[in-house]
């Protein structure tokens, strides 16, 4: 494993969540082994446990992973890697089952995390279900009801911080650097994206390698762990080749966009990100070193979408496709339609987009905006008589 920052490489080490000389973030080596997938046992996340980096005596699960990859009945060639049908509802899941272990293998008793709302959720269930404390650090009034009920179902500790996620993030890793007694969730935490890792080779295991994947993007660590994916089973000569990556942020929360446009080394944050796609209003992304490493070592890209570019193709999942997801989770189609539209893709490529979040995690936002943006066909109807006449 090695730094970002400064460089530095270390013996792989469980225990090490940041660079323990600079604090910066910490890249796991690829993980090279040739067993042929269909070799391994069993289903979900852990069905791949020999191809994860780190040992798990105490493998917890609520049976992650093995989610449907949907194919389009519209797009030729476009699949829908559907994340909504994990236990709590998002592919956070698939890295949350991974880390907890690495918590229990190291002793934890509590773990903390900050969220716009599905690491929370998920953080919550893997605890009760691993007999651990979830601390959850919330931004305030920000957080979609579905997200929070769970976590409060679960019985996590919630804390709400004012200055939306970026703030509470950076409040959670500073927890972390002074006071180690709670283990960090948070998708710095390079142990947590070898679980998110494994829907690449589902993907694999389904289609082959496609020619592109669409990722919506806030902090930047599942487009990365998808990619790493990817580029294991290539290392390894199980696939020829990688897909390329692309990352969808919204227009107003979008600095890696900002970054792969200008061709720039440093990120320039978003101060004041805004989207209602809250699970991706994130202005600070921790992960963006990786972020931006996947997209240009695929040559992919990265492309930003309208609010109401999100809300339109999560109707349209919702109503052609029978898909219903959340908005960030839209973003990755929007973000696809978008170059299709400016005939960017060929017709011909394999497509995967990825569906992060279930739509009742946000049952408000669909009531008050989506449902709207396409006024013709929001009627509801005051009477049964008015149907009756129609017919
Ligand atoms: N889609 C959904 C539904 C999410 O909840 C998130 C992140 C993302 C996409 C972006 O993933 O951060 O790896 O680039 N949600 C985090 C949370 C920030 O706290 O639940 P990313």
Same mark, same amino acid.
């Given at each position: 494993?090695?730094?970002?920052?400064?460089?530095?490489?270390?013996?792989?080490?469980?225990?090490?969540?940041?660079?323990?000389?600079?604090?910066?973030?910490?890249?796991?080596?690829?993980?090279?082994?040739?067993?042929?997938?269909?070799?391994?046992?069993?289903?979900?996340?852990?069905?791949?446990?020999?191809?994860?980096?780190?040992?798990?005596?105490?493998?917890?699960?609520?049976?992650?992973?093995?989610?449907?990859?949907?194919?389009?009945?519209?797009?030729?060639?476009?699949?829908?890697?559907?994340?909504?049908?994990?236990?709590?509802?998002?592919?956070?899941?698939?890295?949350?089952?991974?880390?907890?272990?690495?918590?229990?293998?190291?002793? !934890?008793?509590? @773990?903390? #995390?900050?969220?716009? +709302? %599905?690491?929370? /959720?998920?953080?919550?269930?893997?605890?009760?279900? &691993?007999?651990?404390?979830?601390?959850?650090?919330?931004?305030?009034?920000?957080?979609?009801?579905?997200?929070?009920?769970?976590?409060?179902?679960?019985?996590?500790?919630?804390?709400?911080?004012?200055?939306?996620?970026?703030?509470?993030?950076?409040?959670?890793?500073?927890?972390?650097?002074?006071?180690?007694?709670?283990?960090?969730?948070?998708?710095?935490?390079?142990?947590?994206?070898?679980?998110?890792?494994?829907?690449?080779?589902?993907?694999?295991?389904?289609?082959?390698?496609?020619? !592109?994947?669409? @990722?919506? #993007?806030?902090?930047? +660590? %599942?487009?990365? /762990?998808?990619?790493?994916?990817?580029?294991?089973? &290539?290392?390894?000569?199980?696939?020829?080749?990688?897909?390329?990556?692309?990352?969808?942020?919204?227009?107003?929360?979008?600095?890696?966009?900002?970054?792969?446009?200008?061709?720039?080394?440093?990120?320039?944050?978003?101060?004041?990100?805004?989207?209602?796609?809250?699970?991706?209003?994130?202005?600070?992304?921790?992960?963006?070193?990786?972020?931006?490493?996947?997209?240009?070592?695929?040559?992919?890209?990265?492309?930003?979408?309208?609010?109401?570019?999100?809300?339109?193709?999560?109707?349209?999942?919702?109503?052609?496709?029978?898909?219903?997801?959340?908005?960030?989770?839209?973003?990755?189609?929007?973000?696809?339609?978008?170059?299709?539209?400016?005939?960017?893709?060929?017709?011909?490529?394999?497509?995967?987009?990825?569906?992060?979040?279930?739509?009742?995690?946000?049952?408000?936002?669909?009531?008050?905006?989506?449902?709207?943006?396409?006024?013709?066909?929001?009627?509801?109807?005051?009477?049964?008589?008015?149907?009756?006449?129609?017919?």
């Amino acid at each position: 494993m090695h730094c970002l920052d400064c460089k530095r490489e270390f013996e792989l080490d469980q225990s090490l969540l940041l660079c323990p000389e600079c604090g910066g973030l910490l890249e796991l080596g690829f993980v090279i082994n040739n067993i042929q997938l269909t070799q391994l046992k069993g289903r979900g996340v852990w069905k791949y446990a020999p191809l994860l980096a780190g040992d798990y005596p105490f493998k917890v699960s609520l049976g992650e992973g093995s989610t449907p990859l949907i194919r389009s009945r519209v797009y030729p060639n476009l699949y829908y890697k559907f994340e909504g049908t994990n236990p709590t509802g998002s592919f956070k899941d698939r890295g949350m089952c991974v880390a907890v272990s690495s918590a229990l293998k190291l002793g !934890y008793k509590s @773990v903390i #995390v900050a969220s716009t +709302g %599905n690491t929370a /959720a998920s953080a919550a269930a893997y605890s009760a279900r &691993a007999g651990l404390q979830a601390y959850l650090l919330l931004p305030a009034n920000n957080v979609a009801k579905g997200k929070i009920a769970q976590a409060l179902l679960h019985g996590a500790k919630l804390i709400e911080v004012s200055g939306g996620f970026d703030s509470a993030l950076e409040n959670a890793i500073q927890l972390y650097r002074n006071k180690r007694t709670l283990y960090p969730l948070n998708s710095y935490n390079p142990w947590r994206l070898e679980g998110q890792k494994t829907l690449s080779f589902e993907v694999f295991e389904d289609i082959g390698v496609p020619d !592109y994947v669409f @990722v919506p #993007v806030g902090n930047g +660590g %599942n487009i990365y /762990a998808i990619w790493k994916g990817f580029k294991e089973l &290539a290392i390894s000569g199980l696939s020829c080749g990688i897909p390329r990556m692309f990352g969808v942020q919204a227009k107003d929360a979008s600095p890696i966009v900002r970054a792969i446009e200008n061709n720039l080394s440093e990120l320039r944050f978003v101060e004041s990100p805004q989207t209602i796609a809250s699970a991706i209003r994130i202005g600070k992304p921790v992960n963006w070193k990786k972020t931006i490493k996947a997209i240009t070592d695929s040559h992919g890209g990265a492309i930003s979408v309208s609010d109401e570019e999100i809300l339109k193709a999560q109707v349209e999942l919702a109503r052609v496709e029978g898909v219903e997801v959340e908005p960030a989770s839209a973003a990755s189609f929007a973000g696809y339609k978008k170059l299709m539209n400016e005939g960017k893709i060929d017709q011909n490529s394999k497509v995967v987009c990825v569906l992060t979040g279930h739509a009742l995690k946000d049952p408000e936002t669909i009531i008050q905006e989506s449902i709207k943006i396409e006024s013709q066909f929001a009627s509801t109807f005051n009477s049964l008589d008015e149907v009756f006449k129609m017919f």
